[in-house]
């Protein structure tokens, strides 16, 4: 049990659920939140115990499952990236009227800098929004010791804990010191019959017991339980440092910080603290990876005295990750960069891999719809295939989130676009398509869908996809026309064929869905490689 | 004792083999580490590195400050290069001399050779052909790794230990190519350059 486990910080958050007793995990795919699930699907434990552990179909499915565990009084880990916490928002904001009966940890992995994603949110807004607790680890062991701690945490409050961590902790490996295992919980259910049924007359009662919370809630950070004040002689400056931020300060401080330093990894903020902060020192820097939630907390709308500095500031970067170096300017410390970049190091960008059907199905649809110049527009979606934007390609027209490639070319057919076709892959088709699908059925928009089917969530390292094997059968069953559903074969020597199905289809004026289907390469070898 | 190295490499070549190998070598010696990975959309042949810190004291940030890193070790030598911001006075480059070449701008073999010339702390070995030698191309990252012994302060003994752990389940045959590799590289870099 001593002995130290090498673990990304992901799968420090899945070690120390599966230690926590949980019954289940839910969630699905994405960077850099995949490694959680995926570990715990490979434990013997989670095998032995029959811990739920098969992907969800989106983040609304993942979290509204883990609630109903809850409900049943057993503890559920949940995960996503943040975007994915947007399509969970409605049972996220409601899951904190509810409160739970068996612990429930919601994992929201941040993704500043966009290494692979569409926006930068910050999810500590999330969980202010649904004022329940945040966990903020600055370690691999503190998301160990965050997740264990969350799930007693939510279990006493009754509220689901939100545990927030980003790109470059979740994909970081380092020692991990395990701690005693729990047993799952058994079947139990609420006290109180209202308690899950949010009609408006139980859901004022339940508010006002969340609204009550708040003062528990906040009790616990003054505590400084994952708060830690570390006073300094120097009062010019103080530091309030949240989660990863912590290590960027104390990389230039080796010896020790001469300001006082609050690193923040449990919210509610706590008080005290920064109001002993702001009274005893010149300027307060505040250290925060994505958004400055913190700083304009601290600093109020008008900021007045200009006390409180940061990235809302000036003195950081407003956008992106933040590093050694960006801590180090901005407390004016010098970074010794010895050697420049050569001029011939060129940009290496992820490109679709070759021999992939995604290549093949572009180089289908670029010949097809060549003859129609600005009278088509095609609408990406979310998945490797989003790489078709790049050239050689330079296949695609928009890409705005999961589903949206369906239901934006719906909205571009309603605005008079001649040729609106949609490219998505399946995962993220069942993922968000089938509702926008429903929707051009609806109104037989004009519009041409794209199903590239690889039987895989590939980006995020080929994840089972449960629409595999069902996408006609659903599109059918959505009221598309049966012989509007092509299916096909993407391969060089398909080319031709292909070319003419997406012109027929094209020139059919209501909802097509041509499916062309080939295996992920890299799944297909791994599952060669595994029977070996 | 501390050593920051930067792995890099394209997607898919294999530096993350490196990474888990040194970081169970120094772990086993009761060492602290963190190492920072690349998962997602760049694995898909675009460029990629590990951040590689080790020390026998407490680690703070997983990344390397610009300016400190001891060793890059590359599989490629334009990924190599990239780097170079990140290294030391006392820092030196090990790297494949063998281009992977999958955008249509890469530099000219000449250009990029005169910008790796003009570095001067370096080790640069076609760690291709020695894995071929060795016994297949898919091990080039272990020879690589082996060219590296001499500034990584590591016991020997602890970095083959660890290829031993993390190769196991692919069989006996795997594990002797793998530890054949590493001793390869060793061998190399020993004999032409003394750091």
Known sequence: MNSKLLLLADEAVAQAALDAGISGVYAYPGTPSTEITEYIQSSDKAQRENIHRNWSANEKTAMEAAMGMAFAGKRALVCMKHVGVNVAADPLMNSSISGVVGGLVFVAADDPSMHSSQNEQDSRFYGRFAMIPVLEPSSQQEAYDMTYYGFELSEKLGFPVMLRITTRLAHSRSGVVRREERAQNKLRFSDDPRQFVLLPVNARQRYKKLLAAQQDMQALSEALSFNAFSPGKDLSKGVVACGIAYNYLMENFPEGCPFPVLKVGQYPLPKTAIAHLLENCGEVVVLEEGSPLVEEMIAGLLNQGSKVTGRLSGLLPRDGELNPDIVAAAFGLKTTKLFEKPEVVMPRPPALCQGCGHRDMYDALNAAIAEYGERVKVFGDIGCYTLGYLPPFKALHACLDMGASITMAKGAADAGLEYAVAVIGDSTFTHSGMTSLLDAVYENSPITVIISDNEVAAMTGGQDSPGTGRLEAICAGLGVEPEHIRSLVPLKKNHDEMVQVIKEEMNYRGVSVIIPRRACIHALNRKKNSKQ | ?195
């Open chain 2, 1 to 195: 004792m501390k050593i920051d190295i930067i792995l890099a490499g394209v997607g898919g070549q294999g530096i993350l083999s490196i990474a888990a190998v040194i970081g169970e070598a120094a772990l086993s010696q009761g060492l602290f580490m963190k190492q920072s990975e690349v998962h997602g959309m760049s694995q898909r042949g675009g460029d990629v590195q590990s951040n590689l810190r080790i020390s026998d004291r407490v680690i703070y940030s997983d990344l390397i400050p610009a300016g400190k890193a001891d060793l890059v070790l590359a599989l490629e030598p334009m990924e190599a290069l990239r780097y170079l911001p990140y290294l030391s006075a006392e820092g030196w480059l090990v790297s494949n001399s063998v281009p992977y070449v999958n955008i249509p701008n890469y530099p000219e073999e000449d250009k990029l050779k005169e910008s790796i010339a003009r570095f001067q702390r370096k080790v640069i070995l076609d760690v291709d052909s020695i894995a071929r030698e060795a016994g297949s191309v898919r091990a080039a990252n272990m020879v690589l790794l082996g060219a590296a012994c001499p500034f990584l302060r590591l016991d020997y003994s602890g970095l083959q230990q660890a290829v031993r752990r993390i190769f196991e389940r692919k069989g006996e045959a795997v594990v002797e190519l793998n530890l054949n590799a590493l001793s390869m590289g060793k061998a190399l870099a020993e004999q032409e350059f003394k750091p």
